[in-house]
């Protein structure tokens, strides 16, 4: 007797496979290969096109809400292709801007709405194209897709780029709209295919991109500009590092911003950096610190590098009342990169003699230079109480470093006598109340008196 044949099995098709494994299959792929399976069927035609598929896609690359996507009264694909149609070429980009915007524009709405009523509205394709052709130069595409979402702000203070204030000098800076940078465009011999980002109007400091690599910076690095003094060459221009990219030259800042590391402080940001760790307590009184560097007031040649710190000395609210002290004196250790260290003791600080008692807060900023990219302080106050005239005691000042971003040398630099300009090594770094202004880096008539020392 004949043996049964077993009937070959069939293949495998799409068309034999349940509904529910395939669009769990499909809501793994990216919107690329989600759009290609239209062309491998009809029936993938149809899965593909399974407006839930297109809800996660909407939100990971648009950040499109629910009540936005009431409002427009489309399917999630429809909307997703609607905006591909318009900022694509952005799509990298698009979902980490618009956040930092949101989010920057949110923490500050409820500080400082008077800078976020000084943005403008976001441009069109047909606006940047024209810069680019006036320029003539490309536009990087993150910094278009930042100008799609806003044109930068008008010219107001404070800056949105963030402000920083001694006596004698004030700096805000201001984030370009798209038609004044391109008025600013360079095409000088050291700052040759530059574009500028930020303008203060009162010192006419700029953050620079340069948008092709020539003149020894990358291209897209983000940087200001620093004049060498000790060159003949005028167009020997020193560069001081911010950014290697708009993304994240925009986005780190914005993070600093809304996570609370630069402090808000008359309704302006100020870009004091805070080491959580640069705190000490003594007793019942905290002393913390944050520093920040002022590229305006320094120099790569000669070697010039201006810092200013701001200090908080808070007494416990739980202390008792006769905790309450006076301060009487500063005393500063003060060492740079080579290990050269200076001491410095006076009265008081910035002229001032503070009375802290439970639960109040004292606040000041002071200056110090060094002739080295970085250096450290650290030191005590010394208090007298105001209920035991005759008890002293010091308060430890913790560690706090200084460092100089990292910068470049022009590459125009000519060699000249650096004797010429030897600065006396003795006078390498100062506590601020001591020191005399020098020269400053862009040609700011030195201030009479001492260094700007107090906010």
Known sequence: MAAAVEPEPQPLSLALLPTDPLLLILSFLDYRDLLSCCYVSRRLNQLSSHDPLWKRHCKKYWLLSEAEKTQRKQSWKAIFISIYSDLGRYIQYYATLKKAWDDIERYLGQRCPRMIGSLKDSVQEEDLDAVEAQIGCKLPDDYRCSFRIHNGQKLVVPGLMGSMALSNHYRSEDLLDIDTAAGGFQQRLGLKQCLPLTFCIHTGLSQYMALESVEGRNKYEIFYQCPDQMARNPSAIDMFITGTSYLEWFTSYVNNVVTGGYPIIRDQIFRYVHDKECVATTGDITVSVSTSFLPELSSVHPPHYFFTYRIRIEMSKDALPEKACQLDSRYWRITN????????????????????????????????????????????????????????????????????????????????????????????????????????????????GRCPRHT
């Not at 990219?373 to 008890?391: Q, V």
């Not at 913790?398 to 006078?427: G, I, L, Q, W």
């Open 337 to 448: 990169a080579k290990g050269d260290v200076e001491e410095v003791q006076g009265p008081g600080v910035v002229g001032e003699f503070p009375i802290i008692s439970p639960g109040r807060v004292y606040e000041y900023t002071s200056c110090t230079t060094f002739s080295t990219t970085s250096g450290y302080m650290e030191g005590y106050y010394t208090f007298h109480c105001l209920y035991y005239k005759d008890k002293f005691f010091n308060v430890i000042i913790p560690r706090f470093h200084m460092v100089c971003p990292t910068f470049k040398v022009s590459t125009a630099r000519m060699e000249t006598n650096h004797n010429e300009y030897a600065m006396d090594e003795d006078e390498d770094s100062t506590d601020t109340d001591e020191y005399e202004d020098r020269r400053r880096v862009l040609d700011i008539p030195a201030p009479s």
